[in-house]
């Protein structure tokens, strides 16, 4: 029960930061230009199509009143309409949705991923410290953490281009799959069987994943080794020791557990960096998700779009950070007690 008011009460926190985050994004939108610019520069535009154009979009109104219309409507499941070239009056709503699906499905493969191995690398560094498997798990952490994702990406894209030659030089393309390394999206991301999820997830979603895991996968065994060395030289952990016993009980029963608390920090935080971050993965590998929706808001100035993919990143890193709150309970009760 203890658990489920700790749960309760982090949710209600978030909720004033989400509107206070809406106000002020939806301030910096609402100024950053006239959406309605590119439309009022064509010739032969009736003003009186203009004016009620504008009506419809509630751009008449000062900017505060626009703001509350904006989140009445919005809070009704209303998310507005776009005004971009070409998708005008489209509804936002399952555009924002379409690319949030398309992102969240490269993001959580990689983040798990990055996790889970990143954890097992740096406890291992951590228990073997200074060893060959220490100096190897930090030197590959450093590179990948000195380099840029868009460098990543460009790299492992042009290696798949020299794989998928080679395949092909090969005659393998019958037994692989031609190309075997997808280096853009599919068309049709929608699965007809294991089978064929396996085949378009070890195309299509590999090289994209690995461009995100990798640079979270450093972040993650330098945090979980250095947390892991602290721990193990605490007072508690020693003890432990001292009675007897044995080495893989003190460090996964009393140990690990503390250990993964910093962690937890990190994964809440980096999770909201790299779903905005992987703009530039999918630039890379021309996916259609958040990352190009974003690109095609900006440059069309289109304010429902912009909120609608801020408020879905908002929510996104708020609901990380509740989780995160939620495991610091499960693993300190400490923390939920006080």
């Known amino acids: ?57 509630d751009l008449d109104k000062p900017i505060i009143v626009r703001y509350f219309l904006w989140l009445w409507k919005f809070l009704h499941g209303d998310w507005g309409v776009s005004v971009a070239q070409g998708n005008a009056m489209a509804p936002v709503f399952p555009k924002v949705m379409g690319a949030f699906e398309v992102t969240l499905r490269l993001v959580v493969g990689a983040e798990i991923l990055a996790l889970i191995i990143g954890v097992a690398v740096g406890v291992l560094a951590a228990v073997k410290q200074y060893s060959i498997w220490d100096y190897i ?19 492992l894209k042009n290696y798949a281009i020299e794989i998928n030659g080679w395949v092909r030089d090969l005659g393998l393309t019958d ?53 892991m060395l602290e721990t193990l030289n605490m007072d508690y952990v020693r003890t432990a020791r ?38 530039i993965t999918e630039t890379v590998f021309n996916w259609h998700g958040m990352g190009t929706l974003l690109v095609d808001s900006v440059n069309h100035l289109d304010p429902s779009t912009l909120m609608g993919w801020l408020v879905v990143v908002a929510v996104m890193v708020v609901v990380a950070n509740l989780i995160a709150d939620l495991l610091y309970g499960i693993m300190d009760p400490r923390i939920r007690v006080g």
Request: hydrophobic share 55%; proline share 5%.
């Open 1 to 57: 029960m203890n658990l489920v008011i700790y749960a309760l009460r982090r949710l209600a926190i978030s909720i004033p930061v989400l509107l206070v985050g809406s106000f002020a994004v939806f301030m910096m939108v609402a100024s950053a230009g006239d959406p309605l610019a590119e439309l009022k520069g064509r010739p032969n535009i009736n003003p009186a199509a203009i004016a009620e154009t504008e009506r419809q979009l």
């Open 175 to 227: 037994w692989l799959g031609n190309p075997w390394l997808r280096t853009t999206s599919p068309e049709n991301l929608s699965f007809d069987g294991f089978g064929d999820f396996l085949a378009k997830y070890s195309g299509a979603f590999l090289l994209p994943t690995l461009s995100i895991m990798a640079i979270s996968f450093a972040a993650y065994s330098r945090f979980q080794r250095a947390s």
């Open 242 to 279: 001292a009675k007897g016993l044995s080495s893989s009980r003190v460090v996964f029963r009393h140990a690990f557990r503390n250990a993964l608390i910093p962690v937890a920090t990190l994964f809440s935080v980096n999770f909201g960096q790299v779903l905005t971050g992987a703009i």
């Open 137 to 155: 798990a930090t030197t590959l952490a450093f590179f990948l953490f000195s380099m840029p994702i868009f460098c990543v990406a460009i790299v």
